[in-house]
């Protein structure tokens, strides 16, 4: 069965610093994979999307994503966080008909 | 509108009653879902629907149903609701499936 797993689910840095989310994917052939944030109370958004053209994939406000098929990930960098990017973040995979959501991982940043 | 809207943004319910979220997307996208989002759990498919006429099963289908009479509209119905339906539910749209979905600003649901 397919299946999506963020592996940590709460990450803490401090402002200015690099932000990894890490993500891994189990899938019989090339997926769509996407990152979406929300912010509390907010629904989703869409920050990226990986769709077989590019295997770095460049998303709004600073956020990339770069997919590893060898390692079956789609790890979500940030070269420096910034407060307002504290939120919650899910990694999403696309199979056949439906998206399937990891659990999520929820992002603090420290002054 | 501009884009997807729900309703009604919150709701207390009595168990057992019946209840339909709305859902309204202005975007002419084919395909429509709705998902629950539940701490540590994500967001689980419900019900999808790949065109107007037609609709599909989730993950966790039990006690929803749905129905897509047009492109636009995509109402979900508990018949009887129950405690363990007590959530967010969030509505979305693609253009078609298994691409970028649009989500809506959620129905928060609690179930007493």
């Known amino acids: 069965a397919q299946s999506v797993t963020q592996l940590d689910s709460h990450v803490s840095v401090s402002e200015g610093t690099p932000v990894l989310l890490r993500c891994n994917y189990s899938?019989?052939?090339?997926?769509?994979l996407f990152w979406y944030v929300q912010h509390p109370n907010k629904g989703l958004q869409l920050l990226l999307k990986?769709?077989?053209?590019?295997?770095l994939v460049k998303g709004i406000n600073g956020f990339e994503a770069e997919f590893k098929k060898s390692e079956t990930s789609f790890h979500l960098t940030k070269p420096s966080a910034h407060m307002s990017d504290a939120a919650e973040y899910f990694c999403?995979?696309?199979?056949?008909?439906?998206?399937?959501f990891g659990a999520g991982t929820i992002l603090r940043v420290k002054s | 509108i501009a884009g997807i809207t729900q309703a009604p943004t919150s709701q207390i319910l009595a168990a057992g009653r019946r209840m339909t979220l709305r859902c309204t997307q202005d975007m002419r996208h084919n395909a429509m879902y709705w998902y629950r989002q539940d701490l540590g759990l994500g967001l689980r498919l419900i019900h999808y629907?790949?065109?107007?006429?037609?609709?599909g099963k989730g993950e966790v289908p039990d006690g929803y149903s749905v129905s897509r009479a047009n492109t636009d509209d995509f109402p979900l119905t508990l018949a009887s609701a129950v405690p363990s339906q007590t959530s967010v539910y969030f509505c979305a749209s693609s253009i078609r499936l298994n691409t970028e979905a649009f989500f809506g600003q959620g129905t928060r649901l609690t179930v007493v």
């Open positions: 629907s790949n065109t107007a006429g037609t609709t």
């Open positions: 990986y769709t077989s053209a590019a295997t």
């Open positions: 899938s019989s052939y090339s997926p769509s």
């Open positions: 999403v995979v696309g199979y056949g008909n439906k998206l399937v």
